[in-house]
C-alpha cells in the first residue's frame, strides 16, 4: 500500500485575514500546513486541513469557506463574525483594515452583497460599505 502526500497551499488572502484577527486580538499563533493523504490505486483519500493554533485552541481551516472550526468539528464560527465583532467594538486603524479586507473578500467573490451587509450593519463604517457597493453595481454597466 502507498500512500501519496500532497501539501495544502494556504491561501495568501487567508493569510492575511489570520494576521489581521490575531494582531486585532493581540495573540501570537502559528499556522501548520494542511494535507492530502491518498492511498493510490484506491478512492481512498483524506484531508487534514490547514490547522490555526492560538491559546491551546485548534482552529481546522478550510480554504475559501467562510466556517472556521473549532477543536474538531463539533463547534464553528464564521469569520465574517470576527470581522463584524472587530467594526463593533474595534480601534480605528483595525476597521480600517477589516475593510480593506472585506472590499478584496467581496472583489475575489468571497463575499456578496448580503455578506458585507450583515458585517457592516449598525457599525461606523456601514456607510462606507454602503456607498462602496453602490458603486460596484455601477460599475456592471
Known sequence: ??????????????????????????????????????????????????????????????????????NGYSQRIKLKDIFRNILLSGKDKEKDIVINQ???????????DSDITYITKDTSKEKEMTLYLEEKDYDIF
Request: charge should be negative; proline fraction near 2%.
Open 1 to 70: 500500500m502507498e500512500v501519496e502526500v500532497k501539501e495544502l497551499e494556504i491561501s495568501s488572502e487567508l493569510k492575511k485575514k489570520i494576521d489581521m484577527i490575531c494582531r486585532f486580538a493581540g495573540v501570537s499563533s502559528n499556522l501548520t500546513s494542511g494535507c492530502v493523504k491518498n492511498i493510490k490505486g484506491t478512492n481512498i483519500a483524506y484531508v487534514k486541513p490547514p490547522i490555526l493554533s492560538v491559546n491551546g485552541n485548534d482552529y481546522l481551516l478550510f480554504g475559501e469557506c467562510d466556517d472556521v472550526f473549532i
Open 102 to 112: 472585506i472590499k478584496d473578500c467581496y472583489a475575489n467573490n468571497l463575499y456578496n
